[in-house]
């Protein structure tokens, strides 16, 4: 047991990836999550923001890493969709789409920050067509 946990923190140590292709895959395994449990009998709506919005900061992540911007830990997505229209302003009008996203930083993991039952299938199909569209920007820009 002591050499699992070892191990575990040792894994946990190492500085995150810094390579956009590796971002672009996290952001997609995080979006076919979400996707899939829309398609669940009875989704977990709460879950599907939460997901929505961590697939759209890898995406966004990943895009300024192949800017050459360095890994900050930022998990804003205002504060990232603005990084990334420094560098294309086609990233501008997503800035709407950017703050809903930011509701569901912490909605998905900690019970009390929203109510579960503000968050329905509405604000979740919402949440993943903003994604989706952050998702076309930066695969169209890569």
């Known amino acids: 047991m002591a050499a699992a946990l070892s191990f575990t923190r040792e894994k946990m140590s190492n500085p995150p990836v810094e390579t956009p292709a590796e971002w672009l895959r996290f952001a997609e395994e995080n979006l076919g ?6 398609g669940h009998g009875s989704p977990a709506f709460r879950t599907v923001c939460f997901l929505c919005q961590s697939a759209a900061e890898k995406y966004l992540k990943g895009f300024l890493i192949a800017q050459g911007w360095t890994l900050e830990k930022i998990h804003d997505i ?3 969709l603005g990084l990334c229209a420094d560098y294309n302003q086609g990233f501008v009008p997503l800035l709407e789409g950017g703050a809903i996203l930011n509701e569901y930083i912490v909605a998905g993991r900690y019970p009390g920050d929203l109510a579960m039952e503000t968050i329905n299938k509405p604000e979740a199909e919402e949440a993943l067509a903003i994604v989706l569209q952050i998702r076309e920007l930066v695969k169209k820009l890569l």
């Open 33 to 38: 999550v979400a996707q899939r449990e829309m």
């Open 78 to 80: 205002v504060v990232l």
